[in-house]
């Protein structure tokens, strides 16, 4: 009966996205393509004395985006520091420099790690007005990115540019993200999702004693956030909190969301770049990998060990009731797969197995199936290497989808799969060597021995991977760990997107190739290929640390 909720649960979502797929991505790529603004478009145009005509080189795109994004760091910033000054700010005092910085660095980076509990530190209109508003634009800037590079794959060659980025941003945000966040708020304001401007209330329990309930615009906020896979809670516990997610079917909800665009974005490459098979390879490589964690994850919270487990039909602890197992593990591999970073259940509550499997979600890239708009360009960066490596095997020159993949595209590539092991790694390393920060670490872990090291490493690898979530028991609200984290997380978000914007530039002055090589890039064999790469790509060089971490917690029990 269990696996039979696990396999409904996974097919009613496939089900959605399947139906959903090919309009969204059909409509995504109209979106980026189409040659009209409508009208409040122009005027925002004309605000921002922005030529919408003008194309952009990919130098130029990424200094848009730079810049963009070094406005909004200051704009929300300047609005934490001085968040009293604000109405609806609830009383609550201005953010601490450090805090500031951190909360910032996560919000700007699509990343939404919170070192803090938003109901106890954050007012209403810096909720609204600043972190939902980055909510919107960070997964906009995610989704330009992506654009860009399939421009570049899709170009005849020549000089024209890869689009124009504050076009790609406002039609992003306007055409795709406001509008199915507005319907998806108002589904979850009909299941019970809370949207108000309460405060604080303050109501007797029936033991007779006082606690205060807060409220707020959270639909509105729950909508974008799992819509542009953000993870920032309106409230602490998350998703798990019953004013943000109060129902079964509000989780199933919120997990469609997460997988939404991400999922749907393969249809508009291949619309886009005029090879719908293309699309087909990339969409089947991230439902494997979804499957390949998804599954085990709820196997081995299914088979949680010891008399409460037995008893509970499964390792409970830190799920909510409402959610099950079940609820609770397809929800965290979604969260984890994608940029979410959003959770309905505690990750470091998880059986040591399981939690291994969250951080292999992660590890992989993000790519099962990744951020809107982040998990397209990363599984696309992958791809180059998977074509160069088969055109190898196979003798002929390496081409996808046109575009001969030289010295200069395998170099930007090369770099790029490295990023995130380098951060996390060597940010978890120098954390441990620098005494200050070690003493904070220290003292920050909830737990001791292996687990304790697996609460920091997922903090580094969540934090470069721009994930968002938590394995809990870590308490990172503190000076130096706010630092290096929002330090890891700006890095692990912005040198990706330096070198795909390169990757795209590099591509776009091409003229067409004929392919010439043997093995068809949209059939299993390949698909199997890619998924085998990433995998050996992602685990072995974390696996060091896992020895010590879930791998040493979980054969010790």
Known sequence: MAWFLAITAFLSIAIV????????????????????????????????????????????????????????????????????????????????????????????????????????????????????????????????????????????GGRSGLGNFWVDLVRANLRILLPISLVAAVFLL??????????????????????????????????????????????????????ENPTPWTNM??????????????????????????????????????????VPLTAFEFAGSGTAPELAGGAMEGKEQRFGIVGSTLFATATTGTTGGAVNSMHGSYTAFGGLMLMFDMMLGEVAPGGAGSGIYTLLVLMVIAVFLTALLLGRSPVYLGKRLGVREMKIVSIAILVMPTLAIGGMAVGFAIPSVKDEIISSMGNDGSHGLSEVFYAFVSAAINNGSAFAGLSANTPLLNIVLGVVILLGRFIPIVLVMALAGSLSVQRKAESTLELPLHRPQFVALLVFLIVFIAVPMFIPILLVGPLAEGFMR
Request: glycine share 8%; hydrophobic share 50%.
């Open 17 to 156: 996205i399947a139906l959903l797929y090919r309009p969204l991505g059909d409509y995504m790529a109209w979106v980026f393509t189409s040659q009209k603004h409508w009208r409040i478009e122009r005027m925002i145009y004309r605000l921002a004395g922005v030529h919408p005509e003008r194309q952009q080189s990919w130098r130029v795109y990424l200094v848009s985006i730079l810049a963009f994004s070094v406005a909004g760091f200051v704009l929300l910033f300047l609005m934490l520091r001085f968040q009293n000054l604000l109405p609806y700010s609830l009383g609550m005092p201005p953010m601490s420099l450090d805090l500031a910085f951190n909360t910032v660095a996560s919000f700007v980076a699509n990343t939404n790690w919170q070192s803090y509990s938003p109901e106890q530190t954050v007012g209403y209109v810096a909720q609204m007005a600043g972190l939902a508003v980055q909510n919107f634009v960070s997964a906009a800037v995610s989704m330009a990115v992506a654009v860009a590079l399939i421009r570049g794959i899709a170009s005849r």
């Open 190 to 243: 009909a299941g019970g999702v809370i949207q108000n401007f309460a405060g604080f209330t303050d109501i007797q329990t029936v033991t007779g004693a006082t606690q205060t309930i807060p409220g707020g615009p959270v639909a509105s906020q729950e909508a974008i956030k799992m819509l542009g896979t953000n993870g920032g809670g309106f409230y602490n516990a998350n998703s798990a909190h019953p004013f």
């Open 253 to 294: 909800l919120q997990t469609l969301l997460l997988l939404l665009i991400p999922f749907t974005m393969p249809r508009m490459l291949g619309t886009m770049v005029g090879d719908q098979r293309a699309g087909y390879a990339l969409l089947l490589t991230m439902a494997v990998l979804f499957v390949l964690i998804y």
